[in-house]
């Protein structure tokens, strides 16, 4: 009964934030709606990496790179071919989660640390290939002037695009992570030696996990593509990955919804106060220090203990 | 239904399974006993598979499984629990149980139905024999010791095997709980038709639930019999019995 009236009040919640971002353009200025629609973009990317790292347990600590190659399929596909566009948005998932499958194979292979270290060195190579690729991918200098269909070169439309495909996969990921794989992959996250003794093919579900994590990565790739019709080699650059990992550290890795909240936070840090010092990341630096000591859980994950007793003594039992 | 012959495993220059032999016939429960770096974990780690036997056969329903990997012996049927917890701390009681039968029905890689449809009821029917059921919501990290123990079997019976190893069902448990897990375990092994393999350091619980007795020394098994064998066993008498 209780349960009842918490998931109903939760429905009004949703339903009044999703009239909110529908009529956002209407009233606030451009600006804003870039910032909104970049929210997405990162927030898509910041869920896709606590897949792997708060659901499942990885430490995927390069996941930048699946983002960037989604973007850079998009870009080549539509600058250096005649192909209808809505191929490339396809084909940058696609592409995004296929070098994910070939960097996972590898990676599954380790455990803990020594996994984070072989994916950062690959996703490093790729990094370096664009990077240098000057005839291919422009190199440092990226790619500019994507054509984009009508529908969506205003700012107005790539916002109201890029909110309908946050949304779904918003929709998707959380089936996913609800399903029967999602269970077994918290389940390897918590446990990896008792699920092989279950009867559960680890490295399969791990690498099934990225796959479906990178594809994401790789669409939230294409929509930062419909929204500044550019690509950067930095997309792909450690230190991106880096911060979309402070991100789900920051809201919440063990929660859905914590990625979009640490997204949020950082993109208004850097869009506020990185206008007034580059030492903006001071700022986020200081607040991870006080959420990790405070808030282990992230901000979200705080509030989600505060309806869910015993996750805080699990996680503080783990820890022994 | 499973046959160990000659078992050996090494770890470094530490012979920790030195010829074990073991017999483990349909339906029975048979208890493996010694003294503590006897080797009778790691003679279960070799039996699942969590580690990789350097000599001898183990030999479950008539096939060698000493090559495969834990998770394909797991799906031949054999389930295990641990002496130290081992359970998912993060994930709530019927959730833990849930991923071992969802393994078990090959339903883990469905992506698109909400786990909490599936099995339900299987894994509901486990946790009501174990007594956990009023606590299926609870996070299994939180559960007192006793509980996580008898939730680790719990996991282990979603696999529903045709034998279970248990490996110290009852430590650290109050001399109240441990009576009644092994009256469970007992109960469970009659209403399932299980083929038990535990070992457990009190000698009364042993001899009374155990049907056949192996008892190991040094990593070798030095003989398995009835419980009355294996207590008027001179040897046995000497390096164990006798040393308490």
Same mark, same amino acid.
């Given at each position: ?8 009040? /939760? +429905? ?18 451009? %600006? ?53 566009? /809505? ?18 194979? %590898? ?18 190579? @790729? ?78 579900? &791990? ?45 919440? /890795? ?25 030492? /903006? ?15 282990? !859980? ?17 996680? !503080?039992?783990?820890?022994? | ?10 770890? #470094? ?30 003679? +279960? ?14 030999? %479950? ?10 998770? !394909? ?9 641990? &002496? ?7 994930? =709530?009681?019927?959730?833990?149980? &849930? ?5 078990? &029905? ?16 299987? =894994? ?9 059921? $009023? ?16 939730? !680790? ?14 490996? #110290? ?6 001399? $109240? ?17 299980? *083929? @038990?393999?535990?070992? $457990? ?24 019999? *009835? ?18």
């Amino acid at each position: 009964m209780f349960k009842n009236i918490v998931y109903s009040k /939760w +429905f009004g919640f949703v339903a009044g934030i999703l009239i909110v971002l529908i009529i956002l353009p209407l009233f606030v200025p451009r %600006f804003f709606v870039y910032i909104f629609a970049l929210i997405y973009v990162t927030s898509l990317l910041a869920m896709s990496l606590n897949m792997v790292v708060g659901y499942g347990g990885m430490f995927q600590f390069h996941h930048a790179v699946f983002y960037g190659v989604g973007a850079y399929t998009v870009a080549l596909m539509l600058t250096k071919s005649s192909m209808p566009t /809505w191929i490339g948005f396809i084909a940058g998932p696609i592409v995004a989660a296929f070098t994910g499958l070939i960097i996972g194979w %590898f990676c599954v292979r380790l455990t803990r640390l020594y996994f984070g270290m072989l994916q950062i060195s690959l996703g490093s190579l @790729i990094w370096a290939i664009v990077f240098r690729w000057y005839g291919f991918t422009g190199g440092d200098d990226g790619i500019h002037g994507v054509p984009m269909p009508s529908i969506i070169s205003s700012l107005n439309g790539s916002y109201y695009f890029i909110l309908i495909i946050f949304l779904i996969c918003l929709v998707v990921m959380y089936m996913v992570i609800k399903s029967p794989f999602g269970s077994t992959l918290q389940a390897i996250r918590d446990n990896s030696q008792r699920c092989e003794a279950v009867g559960i093919n680890v490295r399969r579900y &791990q690498l099934l996990g990225i796959v479906i994590a990178t594809f994401f990565a790789g669409v939230a790739g294409v929509l930062f593509v419909a929204l500044e019709r550019s690509v950067f080699a930095e997309m792909l650059f450690w230190v991106l990955s880096l911060e979309i990992f402070i991100m789900c550290l920051l809201g919440g /890795w063990f929660t859905f919804a914590g990625p979009i909240l640490g997204a949020a936070i950082t993109v208004a840090l850097r869009t506020f106060v990185g206008r007034y010092t580059e030492y /903006w990341t001071l700022i986020l630096g200081v607040m991870l220090i006080l959420v990790i000591f405070f808030l282990p !859980e992230g901000v979200m994950g705080f509030f989600q203990g505060l309806f869910k007793p015993g996750i805080k003594e699990a996680t !503080e039992r783990g820890k022994r | 239904m499973l046959q160990v012959e000659a078992l050996h495993k090494s770890f #470094e220059d530490f012979m920790a399974v030195n010829g074990a032999n073991l017999t483990v016939g349909k339906g029975e429960i048979v208890a493996v006993i010694g003294p503590n770096g006897a080797g009778k974990t790691t003679l +279960f780690n070799l039996i699942t598979g969590a580690l990789k036997r350097d000599k001898g056969k183990i030999i %479950f329903k008539s096939e060698d499984i000493s090559e495969l990997p834990p998770y !394909e012996i797991c799906m031949k049927g054999i389930s295990r629990s641990y &002496q130290i917890v081992n359970i998912f701390p993060r994930l =709530t009681v019927f959730e833990n149980a &849930q991923v071992a039968v969802l393994s078990h &029905q090959r339903r883990s890689s469905n992506l698109f139905r909400p786990a909490k449809t599936i099995a339900v009821k299987e =894994t509901r029917n486990i946790l009501e024999s174990m007594g956990l059921l $009023e606590k299926e919501k609870s996070i299994a990290g939180s559960l007192s010791h006793g509980d996580q123990k008898i939730l !680790e079997i719990a996991v282990a019976l979603g696999n529903e095997p045709e034998l279970l190893i248990l490996d #110290e069902p009852t430590a650290g448990m109050s001399p $109240e709980e441990t009576q009644a897990t092994m009256d469970l375990v007992r109960r469970l092994a009659r209403m399932r038709g299980l *083929t @038990i393999l535990f070992c $457990e350091h009190d000698m009364d619980i042993v001899f009374s639930i155990a049907q056949s007795i192996m008892v190991m020394r040094h990593g070798q098994t030095i003989i398995q019999g *009835t419980p009355e064998e294996v207590r008027g066993n001179k040897e046995v008498q000497e390096a164990y019995l006798g040393g308490e």
